[in-house]
Every structure is written in C-alpha cells, then in structure tokens.
C-alpha cells in the first residue's frame, strides 16, 4: 500500500502531459499519417498507414444523406439507396460480390446518417486488389432490376420495423418535424413510414438518385491498414479513372431562424420512461469555424458526468435516470438537443428549471477554465482511444470528411478542440441558447398494460 | 448521443439475454442426492464443469506500439450466484462497486477523477462470467489503476448510489426489456424458455421482485461472497511492463481469498417442441429459436457446427444462407442469423460476438429479426428448412469453400483489439482451449462438406428445437401453430420460378413445435420474479 500512495498524489494533481516537449495537439491526439491524392475526376483517395498487419479498412463516403431528399415523398432514399448499391452491375451481377468478397473474409457493410453515406469493407489485405475492382465497378456502373429493388424496398420495412419497438424513433421523427419547417432535415433518414411502404414503386427515381449524387467529385475514399501506397495509387486509379458523371445542382432549402419558441409533446402507448428535450438550432460543422468543436464542449459542460446538472439531477435527486446530447456534426446548421430520460414524470417541471438554469448560467457567467481544460482532455483523448482499429481511424475519418468536405476535417477539429476559449462558450451559449431559438419534446408513457410505468 | 461516456458501465442487463419465463410456479431443479451418478435424461444436458483458472491467474499481452492499457478482470460469477428471490444481486452488485464510488471517493467524486482521462470502465455480468474491463493512456495510468482496484477492494456501497442503480434496473426490465426491443425480447424469452428451473433462466439483470427485494447489506454480502481472487483471472495487455503487473497483483490481493462455493448446475431438460409466445404491442414478429447443447469448445464436433452455423449466418453477413434466402430474395426482414455458442452483439466492435461469455451449458439459437405478422410462420418454416437441408446434403464443394475463405479471413477480424485478444485468451483457461481462433482455423483445413454434414447431423437435429415470437396476435399465432396449415406467402414483386418452387416445400415445412406445448404471456409481466 505504502508505495503506491504516490499515485494518489498524482491524482489530485493537474494533468500534464508525459514528455517535456509534446508533440503539436492534432498530431498527438491523432497519430495518424493521411497521404491524400485528388485523381482528375474529382474523386479524393486518402491513404493511411496502420500498424494491422495483413488487415485493412476500406471506406467510401458519399456526401449524400437524408438531407439531400428534397423531393415530397422520397424520404429515407438515401437510406434505401445504399442498399441498393449492394445489387450488382452487368460486370459483377447480384451474388458476385459476395462471393468474392466473402471467400476472403471481409465485413462488408453500410450506413447513413442525415449528410452523409458511409460504406465500409473490412479484412484482408490479400483481397484489396479485387476490392478496388468491385467497389469502383458499382460506384460506375450499378445496375439492379426493378424486381430486386422492390425486393430490397421490404428489407427497409423491416428495419424500420426493427427500430419502431422502442421509443426513439417515434421522438426523433416529432422533434425534427416540429423544429424544422423548410429543411430536410425534418425527417429523420430512415423517412417517414409511408414513404417507407411506397418505395417499391419509386424505380425510376432511384436510378436519377445514382445519377444525380453518385459523383467522383462528391466522393472521398479512406485506405486504412497494412498496404503497399504505391500499388494501391495505382489501382485505384485505373479503376475509378472512367468516372465522369458530374455532379447536378439542386439546392437544399434553407431553414428560416426561429422567431418564438414551439413544442411537441407524444403520448407513447408502451411501457418506457418520460422523455424531457430542450433543441436548439445551432449553426453548421464547419472546418474552417469552431462551432462544431464549442457544441461538443458546451454538451459535456451543461449535462456531462461532472456538470452540476449531472450531479443534481442523476446523483443525487435521481429524477433523471441519463442526460444526453445528441450532438453529431452536421453540414446544415442543425440542433443542440438536451434529451434528459426522467425516472418520474411528477419531475418533469424541476428538471425543466435545472436545465433552463444552467443554461442561462453559462451564457451568464464566465466559464469555468478549470472544467474546460478537463474537458479538452476527455474528449480528445477520448477520440483517441476510440480509434482501436483501421476500421476506426477510416470511419471517424470518413464522417468528419463527409460532413465538413475537407479530407482532413478530423485533424481541423481536434484542433479546434483544444483551442476553444471560455469566452468563445460564453458568447455561443448568449447567440443560440435562447428561448425564442428553443424546441420542447416531451414524451408521456400512456401504458395500458399491467406493469407499465404509470 | 453523449460525445462520450466517461464510465461506461454496461450491465448486461441492457443488453443481454439473460431471463425466465414468466411462469406462476417454476419447475424445481431436479434434486440429485450427492455422490450418486446423475442418470442419463434422454435430450437432457447435464453440466460438465468448466476448467478453474489459478486464482488471480495472469494474462499477458504486452505490446509497446500503442499509449493505451487495456485491464481485463473477468470473475467467475454471474447470475447463476443470485440467491432465489433476489434475482439481479449479482449484475447490481457489480454496477454498485464499478460506478458508486470508493471509500477514499464518492460516485461524484470518481467521475470526476475519472474524466479528464476518458478512461473506460465497462461491467458486463453473464450467467457465469462478470467481467470489468478498463482502458486507459499510459499518460494516467498510475493513477488509473488505484481507482479502478479501489473500485473493488474499497467501494463505497453508498446507499443513495445503491437505490439509483436499482431504479435503473428496474427500469431495465419494466420498459428496457418488456417494451422497447422485440429482438433482445425474444432472445430474452428463449433463455427463460431453454433454460426453465436452471439458474440460467432468468434476466441476468433481475426480476422486478427479486430487485425490489434487494437490500444493501445483500449487496455488501455478496461482493465477499463472489467477488474474490479464486473467482479471479486478470487480464493486462499494452504497454504494460513486469512492474505494472506485480501492482495490479498486489493491490487486487486485497479481495478476499475464497467466498461462496460455486453453484452445482443441475441438468437442462430438453425443451425440444416448446413455444412461447410474448404478447405486446407491435408491428411486426420477432422470432427466436434454439436448444441447449452439450457442445462446447474443445469438443471435436465444435468447430465443423460452428462452421455450420457460419454457413447459415453471422451476423449482418451478406453471404449467409438465411440472410440471403430470407431477406435478400424474399425481402421478408432485415436480417437472419444463426449462432453456435450464446450470443451477444459487442456493440462498438463491428457486428461480432463478445467474449468472456463463458456458459457450462451453451445454448445454439437462430434468430429472425422482425417480420410482417403475415409471414412469421412462413419465415420460421424457412429458418428450419435450411437448418435441415444440411442434414440431408452437404455443402457443395463451391459453397463449401466460400464459407472456408470467409472464416479464415474473418475470424481475423474477431481479434484486432487488446480487449478481445485477451477476451479470447481467458475463455481459453475456461474451456481448456488455448489459442482457440488459430486451432479453428488449422481446423477449417481439415474439415470437408462429408465432415461437416457429419457434424450437423450429430448435433444440430431440428428436432431438438424451441422457439419464441414477440408479436401482437398472440393467439392467432397459436391457433397457426397449432393447426400446422400451410402457410402461403405472397410477393409485391414477381419471382423466379425456382424461388417459387422452394416456396412450395417450405409453406409445407413440417414445425417440431408440440401443440400442447404453446404458452402465451403477456410481455408486461415477463420477468415480474
């Protein structure tokens, strides 16, 4: 015991940083080489050196997401189109891929979100070859029949299906409805359920969806792992050189500011916990500003696990079972949103005040800089000790490319993480933390089976 | 989504699948006199006990390329400790000293000493297994490790702390479990339906009753009952020097040598024709299927089944069978998958299963995610047909070697982080398996389609098979099941010719389901005790 009193000591200390001379923050937060080439078409490809051996990440992101559905009625058609991107070409028909890709080992696998589609291909490096040749043929040349995407349209059902039992999709689907009126962010990316049940008649639609968003230049591919550079420049090169489509216009409408501040409330039929969410709009991720970087700190500082709001709702009065920001970067401006889960809906008001009190604290008050350093610190060596494998380094990589356009958009906001001032929170909290900018959600358990909460 | 949690502690409850049928009187373990020969039960599934670790046995995977420490403490308890009437104690024991402070610390006080770390400390407690894995950068290690062993040799066992984690709980089981997963539901009531009279049987989360029974002085008790260095295999991997091993060592010698004696696992009955089916409030069905079996690793049939199952379907791969028959050409659901050992998603880790979920009587399951209510008979009849189309023929050679290709290359996948290397390695100690994934894959290049057609005929007859739906109509479902009618399925979109023909043979699929053997529940009271 006696020897390790030290270590108590060092507890209570300050956290300083190992060496004497620390290498530049970006650098030490992400050890990570990025080789980035920019082929004619337009197409990004980003190499990256990873210490897996005989193992690589392989990462497509398209910068199209949910909220590129401008149309009425094609909501959740990016969600739907990245599975159709598993249908085969004339080259490689349905079943090819899978044949080749599996006899190797990889995972092959794909998301959305609301900017973005991701599509990730993970495993040996001894088939990257063939990969290359299969993920630059679809990208060119998909081709699917109108039988398989009806086919594929139920599968979206089903995970609708899947994702329906519980009550956030139901709490997501009302809160981008009643915040936004004009942006299409006010759907969710799975879309709403009846553009759900009448996707299987929209095939013609989805071809000038590949058309229209499936770009070179609006492209970015992430190369994770153990690999020869040389080898893989070369061939991807060769295989995506044919890709010429050109990127169409269509504008995105524009969110017009919020004037006063607006609720919704949903009664949720089944067993769960009451639901209290203050949104409010926020503006863009963006590299070249630090709002994305100001609303991961401004989360962690108003609800995170040492913010007095934490303490008093979660430890110590219990009315909040967890306090949570549902803060993903955006490439629209888009929402802060404070979803406290209550363990009681006869607490809901008090936890209304807490909330509302410490938030007007922050954009009242100095900033405190001894819990922003702290925070600094969790966040960022937190994203460092994420990035466990190649597939992670290609997928965090690939999410910040896609929402911001830059390649090296990770690196831009760790940077910017550790060097948001006390001041810059203030003056975030003061311009969009306001009452008139607000959204409330409340959601009300009206179970009537036995057992349920009342 | 938090931008990140700084303690993480997942229970198994969340998550896990852990459960007991609601029923109002429980058949009783079957009572064995000591020192007699426990007479052979035809489909029964006696326990064989798992290998015993050294206590406090090391496990060492030491690499210097990476800042961050990986601590792997796996004890071997589990729900299977919880005292009858106080179903939870385990799991809730576990959370209380992992996240309710130290003596030196209180909840509040741990988090925030915690924080600017962004240390890691996950809690999974299983039927068996409990495990507490840390992470961390060598930046604060020292201090790390005194707050992470404090965890277990100090905690706090704060009363307000204590009722917090209980509310959440129950919160777990009334809403979590019971309302808002139909899959983790489903899964849940197949091990309540497998499992009745084991100690298996219900959530490793706890029931409302026994939860509410809990008292603080249980939880103190137990933690010196379970929760000592016999029970104790430590796992340490990165950059971790001799030095950093003798503190961990050392400071965990202050848990108590020996505790409680383990639980003698009585014999699983067969279960073979069982139907549960959960009623809730739902759009779709989700179904759920399975049998306890006596195969585990080691066992030489153990790598041709799993080779098997694989065939049938990991999770979210493409080139399964079911995935593909079910979901890709018939657009029935999003996903249909097929496991031999029990399974639990690692969140966070790709789509793989977690380790350290070491179990004496393992369970094989297939799993239908959500379908339309129409086509849930149909989607089960198809499950069971292709489990018995590899009885009766095996692999073609081409498939054969698809699915050989995939594994090699994708079992890689299954150990690319420290925590499921030395995951791996401590289910190694358990099933007297060392390098477990290395001797599947020197396996793959012995077994052949015969060998595996083999394998599967031995161990995965359909007969033996239980199942459970979470869906609306639950007695229209029943009255289905019962009648054994076919059950015809139509498309929005045409089909090819052979598709349809298949489509004959399995709307007449013959069920193993036992029409005497259909219980219906309501969900609302699943795991009331």
């Known amino acids: 015991m006696r020897r390790l009193l030290p270590l108590l000591l060092l507890l209570l200390m300050p956290v300083l940083p190992a060496s004497a001379e620390p290498p530049p923050d970006a650098s030490r937060f992400f050890p990570y080489t990025l080789n980035t080439t920019r082929l004619p078409n337009g197409l990004t490809v980003v190499r990256v050196p990873f210490n897996s051996p005989g193992i690589v990440a392989y990462v497509t992101a398209v910068r199209v997401g949910s909220r590129n559905e401008v149309e009425p009625g094609r909501t959740g058609f990016a969600h739907f189109f990245e599975h159709m991107m598993f249908k085969g070409t004339k080259a490689n028909p349905e079943g090819q891929r899978e044949r080749i890709l599996g006899g190797y080992g990889f995972d092959d696998n794909a998301f959305t979100t609301d900017d973005i589609t991701v599509y990730q291909v993970y495993g040996p490096t001894a088939g990257l070859e063939k990969l290359i040749a299969l993920e630059a043929d679809r990208f060119q040349n998909l081709e699917y029949s109108e039988p398989a995407f009806q086919t594929e349209a139920l599968a979206v059902l089903g995970e609708y299906h899947k994702n329906a039992a519980g009550p956030d999709l139901k709490l997501e689907e009302s809160l981008a409805k009643t915040a936004f009126t004009r942006h299409t962010y006010q759907h969710t990316t799975l879309g709403f359920y009846e553009d759900i049940q009448a996707m299987p008649k929209a095939y013609a639609y989805s071809r000038s969806f590949f058309e229209r968003w499936y770009t070179p230049a609006n492209t970015t591919l992430f190369i994770v792992g153990d690999f020869n550079d040389a080898q893989v420049v070369s061939q991807v090169t060769q295989a995506y050189g044919g890709w010429t489509r050109q990127p169409t216009n269509v504008t995105i409408p524009t969110e017009p500011p919020q004037t006063k501040a607006r609720s919704v409330h949903v009664d949720w039929p089944q067993p769960t916990q009451p639901r209290h969410v203050l949104a409010w709009h926020t503006p863009a991720a963006r590299a070249d500003t630090a709002d994305a970087a100001i609303q991961s700190i401004l989360a962690e500082y108003l609800v995170g696990d040492t913010s007095p709001a934490y303490k008093e709702l979660v430890l110590e009065k219990q009315y909040v079972e967890s306090l949570n920001v549902y803060n993903t970067p955006h490439r629209d401006p888009y929402l802060f949103p404070i979803d406290a889960t209550l363990q009681d809906e006869q607490h809901r008001a008090a936890v209304d005040a807490v909330l509302r009190r410490e938030v007007k604290a922050v954009a009242g008050a100095p900033v405190d800089g001894a819990r922003l350093k702290a925070i600094q610190d969790h966040l960022r060596y937190g994203l460092l000790m994420d990035l466990e494998t190649p597939r992670d380094v290609a997928i965090d990589l690939a999410l910040y490319a896609g929402v911001m356009g830059r390649p090296d958009a990770l690196a831009s906001y760790l940077k910017m993480l550790g060097s948001v001032t006390p001041q810059q929170i203030t003056l975030f909290a003061r311009k969009y933390l306001e009452d008139t900018n607000l959204t409330v959600l409340t959601l009300t358990p009206k179970a009537t089976a036995a057992g349920g909460t009342p | 989504m938090k931008t990140r949690a700084t303690v993480s502690l997942?229970?198994?409850?969340?998550?896990?699948?852990?459960?007991?049928?609601?029923?109002?009187?429980?058949?009783?373990?079957?009572?064995?006199?000591?020192?007699?020969?426990?007479?052979?039960?035809?489909?029964?599934?006696?326990?064989?006990?798992?290998?015993?670790?050294?206590?406090?046995?090391?496990?060492?995977?030491?690499?210097?390329?990476?800042?961050?420490?990986?601590?792997?403490?796996?004890?071997?308890?589990?729900?299977?400790?919880?005292?009858?009437?106080?179903?939870?104690?385990?799991?809730?024991?576990?959370?209380?000293?992992?996240?309710?402070?130290?003596?030196?610390?209180?909840?509040?006080?741990?988090?925030?000493?915690?924080?600017?770390?962004?240390?890691?400390?996950?809690?999974?407690?299983?039927?068996?297994?409990?495990?507490?894995?840390?992470?961390?950068?060598?930046?604060?290690?020292?201090?790390?490790?005194?707050?992470?062993?404090?965890?277990?040799i100090q905690p706090r066992f704060d009363p307000a702390e204590f009722e917090r984690l209980r509310a959440n709980a129950l919160n777990a089981v009334r809403n979590g479990l019971r309302s808002e997963d139909d899959e983790t539901l489903g899964k849940v009531g197949l091990d309540a339906l497998l499992y009745a009279g084991h100690p298996y049987a219900h959530y490793t989360g706890g029931t409302v009753q026994g939860l509410q029974s809990l008292t603080l002085e249980d939880v103190k008790a137990h933690a010196r009952r379970v929760f000592t260095q016999d029970r104790l295999v430590i796992g340490l991997a990165g950059p971790v020097d001799a030095n950093i091993q003798q503190t961990v060592t050392t400071r965990l010698s202050a848990l108590p040598a020996t505790g409680a004696p383990r639980v003698e696992l009585p014999t699983v009955k067969s279960s073979a024709g069982r139907t549960l089916i959960l009623q809730k409030p739902t759009l779709s069905t989700a179904v759920s299927m399975g049998f306890v079996t006596p195969l585990r690793r080691g066992d030489p049939d153990f790598f041709p089944v799993a080779f098997a199952l694989s065939n049938l379907g990991e999770h979210r791969q493409f080139i399964g069978v079911l995935f593909n028959e079910l979901r890709e050409q018939r657009g029935l659901n999003y996903g249909d998958y097929a496991y031999v050992e029990h399974f639990i998603e690692d969140r966070g880790n790709g789509t793989f299963n977690r380790t350290n979920l070491v179990r004496t009587q393992q369970d094989i399951s297939l799993w239908l995610r959500p379908v339309v209510p129409a086509n849930g008979v149909f989607a089960t009849r198809g499950a069971v047909y292709f489990l018995e189309r590899m009885s009766k023929e095996p692999l073609s050679p081409e498939r054969f070697n698809l699915v050989r290709g995939f594994l090699q290359g994708y079992s890689r996948l299954w150990e690319q982080t420290d925590q499921r290397r030395l995951g791996y390695a401590i289910d190694s100690l358990y099933y007297g398996t060392p390098n477990f994934l290395d001797a599947y894959r020197d396996a793959l290049t012995q077994m052949t389609p015969e060998s595996v057609q083999a394998a599967v005929r031995r161990q995965l007859q359909s007969e033996k098979l239980a199942f459970v739906f979470v869906t609306e109509d639950a007695q229209g479902l029943a009255q289905k099941l019962k009648s054994g009618a076919p059950s015809p399925i139509t498309y929005a979109s045409p089909k090819p010719p052979e598709l349809l023909k298949l489509d004959e043979t399995i709307i007449q699929q013959k069920l193993p389901v036992r029409p005497d053997a259909i219980q219906v529940a309501p969900a609302a009271e699943f795991m009331e005790r």
């Open chain 2, 10 to 152: 997942v229970l198994a409850a969340a998550l896990s699948l852990a459960g007991c049928a609601h029923k109002p009187h429980p058949e009783p373990p079957p009572q064995n006199p000591p020192g007699e020969p426990v007479p052979p039960e035809p489909g029964g599934v006696p326990a064989v006990p798992l290998k015993q670790p050294q206590p406090m046995q090391l496990v060492v995977q030491a690499r210097p390329d990476t800042p961050i420490v990986s601590v792997r403490l796996v004890f071997h308890t589990g729900s299977i400790d919880d005292p009858k009437g106080k179903e939870g104690l385990t799991a809730l024991t576990a959370k209380l000293m992992a996240e309710g402070g130290t003596q030196r610390l209180t909840a509040a006080q741990l988090l925030e000493a915690l924080y600017p770390m962004a240390a890691e400390l996950k809690v999974v407690t299983d039927k068996e297994m409990t495990t507490l894995s840390g992470r961390v950068h060598q930046d604060f290690l020292p201090a790390f490790l005194l707050l992470f062993t404090d965890t277990l």
